[in-house]
């Protein structure tokens, strides 16, 4: 299966990822994720990525692009990818259908996760990540069994730089503007499945799981 798995900051993209790479055996590409190893390494790219970040701005285009076409054409995407987070615009999105098409490859679903955005707020502040394995956890709504400690592999956690209001704000309002119009671009292929992400974490999944599987039988 080729997904992508979109929504705005905070809806629960990482969360959602790591139960749907679980259920279908395929990667999660996550462009974040890789613009923060970046960073942590200390690169050229990362340092870039991450000045861009901190402040809530999308990183250019040709970059991620570029980083995304790397990526996909690794050995463990051949039978199936999960993106998280990109395309994040509309040039990204038509990026990503020359890359597909260069192999012959295509989209089965885009689902787009739904939450209000005051509640994002108070998702993304309370989030905890962590430093190892960057597993997710939440201070108020998926506390991890000891207070600072990831419950997977004992890693300390720690707060993402971005994950401060006044860059909450912005990331919401960024979305709004470049990446919420991909809602329609993907609505007019067939290929959206709209999610609410405003309830518990399994029922969120379960949604997933039964929306894919509703799509996957149309086209038999
Ligand atoms: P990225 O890392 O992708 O961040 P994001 O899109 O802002 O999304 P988040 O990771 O903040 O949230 P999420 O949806 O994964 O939610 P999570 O599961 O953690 O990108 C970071 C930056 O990199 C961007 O701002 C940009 O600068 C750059 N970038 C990345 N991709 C790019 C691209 N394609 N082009 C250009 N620039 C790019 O959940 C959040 C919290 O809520 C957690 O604490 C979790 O435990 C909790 N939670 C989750 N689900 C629930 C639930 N159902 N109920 C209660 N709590 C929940
Ligand atoms: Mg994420």
Same mark, same amino acid.
């Given at each position: 299966?080729?997904?992508?798995?979109?929504? /705005?900051?905070?809806?629960?993209?990482?969360?959602?990822?790591?139960?749907?790479?679980?259920?279908? &055996?395929? /990667?999660?590409?996550? @462009?974040?994720?890789?613009?923060? +190893? +970046?960073?942590?390494?200390?690169?050229?790219?990362?340092?870039?990525? $991450?000045?861009?970040?901190?402040?809530?701005?999308?990183? /250019?285009? =040709?970059?991620?692009?570029?980083?995304?076409?790397?990526?996909? +054409?690794?050995?463990?995407?051949?039978?199936?990818?999960?993106?998280?987070?990109?395309?994040? @615009?509309?040039?990204?999105?038509?990026?990503?259908?020359?890359?597909?098409?260069? &192999?012959?490859?295509?989209?089965?679903?885009?689902?787009?996760?739904?939450?209000?955005?005051?509640?994002?707020?108070?998702?993304?502040?309370?989030?905890?990540?962590?430093?190892?394995?960057?597993a997710n956890f939440h201070t108020q709504f998926n506390p991890?069994?000891?207070?600072?400690?990831? =419950?997977?592999?004992?890693?300390?956690?720690?707060?993402?730089?971005?994950?401060?209001?006044?860059?909450?704000?912005?990331?919401? +309002?960024?979305?709004?503007?470049?990446? $919420? /119009?991909?809602?329609?671009?993907?609505?007019?292929?067939?290929?959206?499945?709209?999610?609410?992400?405003?309830?518990?974490?399994?029922?969120?999944?379960?949604?997933?799981?039964?929306?894919?599987?509703?799509?996957?039988?149309?086209?038999?």
């Amino acid at each position: 299966m080729n997904l992508i798995l979109m929504g /705005p900051p905070g809806v629960g993209k990482g969360t959602q990822a790591e139960y749907i790479e679980r259920k279908y &055996w395929i /990667p999660r590409i996550s @462009t974040g994720e890789m613009f923060r +190893a +970046a960073a942590r390494f200390g690169t050229e790219l990362g340092l870039q990525a $991450k000045q861009l970040m901190d402040v809530g701005q999308l990183v /250019p285009d =040709d970059i991620t692009n570029g980083i995304m076409r790397c990526r996909l +054409a690794e050995r463990d995407c051949a039978k199936g990818f999960l993106l998280d987070g990109f395309p994040r @615009t509309i040039a990204q999105a038509e990026a990503l259908d020359s890359i597909l098409a260069e &192999w012959n490859k295509s989209l089965d679903a885009v689902i787009n996760i739904e939450v209000p955005d005051d509640i994002l707020i108070v998702r993304n502040c309370g989030r905890r990540t962590c430093s190892q394995c960057g597993a997710n956890f939440h201070t108020q709504f998926n506390p991890p069994l000891v207070e600072n400690q990831c =419950d997977i592999c004992e890693g300390e956690l720690q707060q993402r730089s971005d994950d401060v209001e006044e860059t909450v704000v912005k990331k919401l +309002a960024i979305y709004a503007e470049q990446t $919420k /119009p991909l809602t329609d671009f993907y609505a007019q292929r067939g290929l959206l499945i709209n999610i609410n992400g405003n309830q518990k974490l399994e029922d969120v999944f379960r949604d997933i799981v039964r929306s894919l599987e509703k799509s996957t039988t149309k086209e038999v």
